[in-house]
């Protein structure tokens, strides 16, 4: 792996206000806050309000239209999606409609399977039509599907739309839309789908339906399916999000629903000790997991699961899901990269396209970003559906992956994301145009823009590897997109101590010499790290701060990211 470049922390503008008392999160703060007014909102780890869902463009008219189908009893069926963020919206309107309707609504829980691919399926909106449905709730998909719209309005169906996607063509025709797409400046931005199905049960609940939580009482019931849809989406967390985060990490640590609690148990997580990492690496894939396998059902029914028995099993069927998928990743990974490393045309190009016949579609995206970590360049893989590819690409370094593809339309079917990662389908024959086109704006965007980087927040003396410090970090959680975990850099220390550790001898571990007494530094699979090292008297280490509970003792440590030795001052 090529060294990482390391960014320094950026200079704080000489007019800032004080942001905090503390220099190390007055620095922190800066990058987050504009003042000390906002600094103290964004500190403040009060149980908040949800946010007022009717400034929301279409919330007015949809929660109108959902009251008038629950006290008709009308037949209702929810649409969602087969990713985290989808089962976790779909289940959000489930718990919300089957409250405020004594259990009779929906009628209809519909998800897409991979063989169906996103969106509304025409195919399944014909079966709904011959159940009578005559209210069809889409959310997190239905934005961009003008067509299923329409067939589902000839079928007399009314569509109301909860979705946070991109609307390119604008708002299908005859739907009430609920999205923070469809003007600009519209609030709530940074919601995931999720989080929109959480507003549109507030909306409900503010014309006194009870949603769960008793008539006319915000659904913080619902927080923790929100919170985990808003992570697994990779949401910013600045924002109206921040708050939904914490509230439903804090709700979920506290009162778990009985799938996550079989979940949690399950993969040997300890509720009361999450946090949005383990959300994000361990309790969204899991979710997504039987997604990517080819069926969200299982996951969603863990979701919706009334006792811990039934639990246990959907828990059961995600996990293994999981495990297949890892599988075939692991399988298709290392193929990829004996290709990659025997062809010396892939080698010198500076975007990989993979183009792989035999990946299931759901584990594209998951191999791409492990591509990406192994060859230490921006990735796209493909996956074959007929006469076309549908896939995914990650980015890395600063490549603007998502611009890049945009830019390359006129080659492709479809396109959307964002700067890390975006989706794609592409016609068989426009793959190596697409290839070359990618490495052009690799080439325009500079060697700059695809070198592994650091970035820094801040320089800490040693003696701040301390917990006093790690509970001041803790006030700026959760932590995630737009607000992530410090990286702080620590400058020529001493090592007295410098040994592989582990079973199977992969991590490296360090005891700096403190001012205030010994300190560990651990760098997870930097075994190979330890050569380098050897012989240098003081080291320079970037990492995020941590603690390490060990036979009754709780004490600080840094968890490293890098090191090298000590530039000379």
């Known amino acids: 792996m090529p060294p990482l470049r390391w960014i320094d922390p950026p200079p704080l503008p000489p007019e800032l206000p004080c ?9 922190l703060l800066a990058a987050r806050v504009a003042d000390r007014a906002a600094a ?38 929810i649409y969602g999606d087969y990713d985290a963020d989808g089962v976790t919206s779909a289940a959000i309107a489930a718990l919300a409609l089957r409250a405020a309707s004594g259990g009779v609504v929906p009628a209809a829980i519909s998800l897409p399977t991979r063989e169906w691919g996103y969106g509304l399926h025409g195919p399944e909106i014909e079966r709904l039509a011959e159940r009578g449905v005559t209210l069809l709730l889409a959310v997190d998909c239905g934005g961009s599907d003008r067509a299923e719209v329409a067939l589902a309005r000839s079928h007399g169906m009314d569509v109301v739309i909860v979705d946070h996607h991109d609307m390119p063509d604008g708002a299908p025709e005859g739907a009430i839309v609920v999205s923070t797409r469809v ?5 709530y931005a940074d919601l995931s789908a999720a989080g929109l199905a959480l507003l549109l049960a507030s909306g409900l609940a503010r014309h006194g339906l009870d949603v769960g939580n008793g008539p006319g009482q915000e659904p913080r019931g619902l927080l923790d399916l929100a919170m985990i849809g808003t992570v697994a989406d990779v949401c910013d967390l600045r924002g109206a999000t921040r708050a939904i985060v914490r509230d439903g990490l804090r709700q979920m640590r506290v009162q778990p629903r009985p799938g996550l609690l079989a979940l949690t148990k399950a993969i040997g997580l300890e509720p009361a000790k999450l946090d949005s990492r383990a959300i994000g690496r361990r309790i969204g894939p899991a979710i997504n997991a039987p997604g990517r396998a080819g069926n969200p059902r299982p996951a969603l029914d863990l979701l919706l699961a009334d006792d811990i028995w039934t639990a246990n099993g959907h828990a059961a069927e995600a996990l293994a899901a999981l495990a297949t998928i890892r599988s075939e990743r692991a399988r298709l990974l290392e193929r990829e990269l004996d290709r990659v490393t025997t062809d010396p045309d892939e080698r010198e190009r500076p975007v990989l396209v993979v183009a792989c016949d035999d990946c299931p579609h759901g584990i594209a995206g998951t191999l791409a970003g492990e591509l990406v970590k192994a060859v230490q360049r921006p990735v796209v893989v493909l996956s074959r559906d007929g006469d076309f590819y ?26 959307g994301g964002h700067r890390k990662a975006a989706g794609l389908v592409v016609h068989e024959d426009r793959v190596a145009d697409l290839r070359d086109w990618l490495g052009r704006c690799a080439a325009a965007a500079g060697v700059a823009a695809l ?33 992530p975990e410090p990286l702080l850099r620590v400058r020529g220390a001493v090592a007295d101590d410098r040994r592989v550790i582990g079973s199977d001898g992969r ?29 240098a008297p003081r080291l320079d280490l970037v990492g995020r701060l941590g603690r390490n509970e060990w036979n009754g003792r709780r004490m600080a440590q840094l968890l490293l990211e890098d090191l090298r030795p000590a530039m000379e001052l």
């Open 507 to 535: 991590h490296l571990k360090l005891r700096l010499r403190g001012p205030l007494g010994p300190v560990d530094a651990v760098g997870w699979g930097m075994a190979d790290r330890l050569p380098e090292i050897a012989g």
């Open 390 to 415: 549908r896939g995914s690409a990650r980015s890395h370094g600063e490549f603007d992956m998502g611009g890049a593809l945009r830019s390359a339309a006129e080659l492709l079917v479809r396109t």
């Open 451 to 483: 070198e592994p980087a650091i970035q820094i927040d801040a320089d800490i003396a040693l003696e701040r590897v301390a917990l006093p410090t790690i509970a001041l970090l803790d006030r700026l959680r959760p932590f995630g997109e737009g607000n």
């Open 183 to 187: 003007r600009p400046g519209a609030p």
């Open 19 to 27: 942001l905090h008392d503390d220099p190390l999160l007055h620095a």
């Open 40 to 77: 103290g909102r964004f500190l403040d780890a009060a149980m908040r309000p949800l946010p007022d869902p009717f400034v929301l463009p279409g919330m007015d008219a949809a929660v109108e239209r959902v009251r008038q189908a629950i006290a008709r009893k009308e037949t209702v069926a």
